[in-house]
């Protein structure tokens, strides 16, 4: 292109017009790339190999993030949760989830959700969360499903469980799980108040200092909470589909088994009731759930 000195400033301005813009990586491209970044805490991770957890706390919002390179195929992964039905027997896995079940709110996809308590309850005591559902495919090697509700349990908002995972070869995957939240004045009453009585003791996953006798400090307070809450997120994924071979019958007990023992990997952070309990109270979830 050829200028006059007069034209020159609209001369860079038609040149850059006609450039091409630089192509925007893929969301799956971006996922490769977290991992690539993350390889060294995948291969070294104090919980277990290959998988990495971080959280983060800001003035009003608390968000955790699970990485794991998993051996379940991306196809494995991505029949399983297209489904929000299989997503809801996930999810029922978690302690705190008393009923998930997968309809549609004025006219778009949603999964109801009943947050409760660790142990049995009526769902007339639980607090119910309608989660806008999506899921996005690119390709053949990502999937993405959102959950996201404008209204959480206990005043909070912007309330999101995320799912993304991306091929890494025939047999093996790269999942994120997020999960994420933000508070109103009624969710950090009702946070500060746990936080001095029953989860004074409770602490996260992430190293903060280590003691004179080597034993390692946690994080605790909210980002405490945010780790605690996106580990049982993950193991129930992990946990489900590695029941996905056993027949449709005993695959919900399956997966029950797998959660109560991955989480007792974790004592100091997870532990909450004894198998018995924790496996009856599913049954009877469960059974709810299908009536």
């Given at each position: 292109?050829?200028?006059?000195?007069?034209?020159?400033?609209?001369c860079?301005?038609?040149?850059?017009?006609?450039?091409?813009?630089?192509a925007q990586?893929?969301?799956?491209?971006?996922?490769?790339?977290?991992?690539?970044?993350?390889?060294?805490?995948?291969a070294?991770?104090?919980?277990?190999?290959?998988?990495?957890?971080?959280?983060?706390?800001r003035?009003?919002?608390?968000?955790?993030?699970?990485?794991?390179?998993?051996?379940?195929?991306?196809?494995?992964v991505?029949?399983?949760?297209?489904?929000p039905d299989?997503?809801?027997?996930?999810?029922?896995?978690?302690?705190?989830?008393k009923?998930?079940?997968?309809?549609?709110?004025?006219?778009?996809?949603?999964?109801?959700?009943?947050?409760?308590k660790?142990?049995?309850?009526?769902?007339?005591?639980t607090?119910?969360v309608?989660?806008?559902?999506s899921?996005?495919?690119?390709?053949?090697?990502?999937m993405r499903v959102n959950?996201?509700?404008?209204?959480?349990p206990v005043?909070?908002?912007?309330y999101?469980?995320?799912l993304?995972?991306?091929?890494?070869?025939?047999e093996h995957?790269?999942?994120h799980?997020?999960?994420?939240?933000?508070?109103?004045m009624?969710?950090r009453?009702?946070t500060?108040?746990y936080?001095v009585?029953g989860?004074?003791?409770k602490?996260?996953?992430?190293?903060?200092?280590?003691?004179d006798?080597?034993?390692p400090?946690?994080?605790?307070?909210?980002r405490g909470?945010?780790e605690?809450n996106?580990?049982?997120?993950?193991?129930?994924?992990?946990a489900y589909?590695?029941?996905?071979?056993?027949p449709r019958?005993?695959?919900?007990?399956?997966?029950?088994?797998?959660?109560?023992a991955?989480?007792?990997?974790?004592?100091?952070q997870?532990?909450?009731?004894?198998?018995?309990a924790?496996?009856?109270?599913?049954?009877a979830?469960?059974?709810?759930q299908?009536?």
């Amino acid at each position: 292109m050829v200028c006059v000195l007069a034209a020159s400033t609209l001369c860079v301005v038609t040149a850059l017009a006609g450039e091409s813009k630089p192509a925007q990586a893929s969301p799956a491209d971006l996922l490769r790339q977290r991992q690539a970044v993350l390889r060294e805490q995948l291969a070294r991770s104090p919980l277990q190999p290959g998988l990495y957890l971080e959280s983060v706390e800001r003035s009003n919002a608390l968000q955790g993030d699970a990485y794991a390179l998993v051996e379940h195929s991306f196809a494995t992964v991505r029949n399983a949760f297209q489904n929000p039905d299989s997503l809801c027997e996930a999810l029922l896995l978690h302690l705190n989830i008393k009923y998930c079940r997968a309809g549609s709110k004025d006219g778009r996809p949603v999964v109801s959700v009943a947050v409760g308590k660790k142990t049995e309850q009526p769902l007339s005591d639980t607090y119910r969360v309608d989660f806008d559902h999506s899921v996005t495919t690119l390709d053949a090697d990502y999937m993405r499903v959102n959950l996201h509700a404008k209204e959480g349990p206990v005043g909070t908002k912007d309330y999101r469980i995320a799912l993304e995972m991306v091929a890494l070869d025939v047999e093996h995957s790269f999942v994120h799980i997020q999960f994420a939240y933000t508070t109103g004045m009624a969710a950090r009453l009702a946070t500060n108040f746990y936080l001095v009585s029953g989860g004074r003791d409770k602490v996260g996953f992430t190293r903060t200092a280590d003691t004179d006798d080597s034993r390692p400090q946690f994080v605790g307070g909210l980002r405490g909470i945010a780790e605690r809450n996106t580990m049982r997120y993950f193991l129930a994924i992990d946990a489900y589909l590695s029941a996905l071979s056993i027949p449709r019958q005993q695959r919900f007990a399956a997966s029950t088994e797998r959660w109560f023992a991955a989480t007792e990997r974790y004592p100091l952070q997870l532990h909450e009731i004894d198998r018995d309990a924790y496996l009856a109270m599913k049954r009877a979830e469960y059974r709810r759930q299908n009536l």
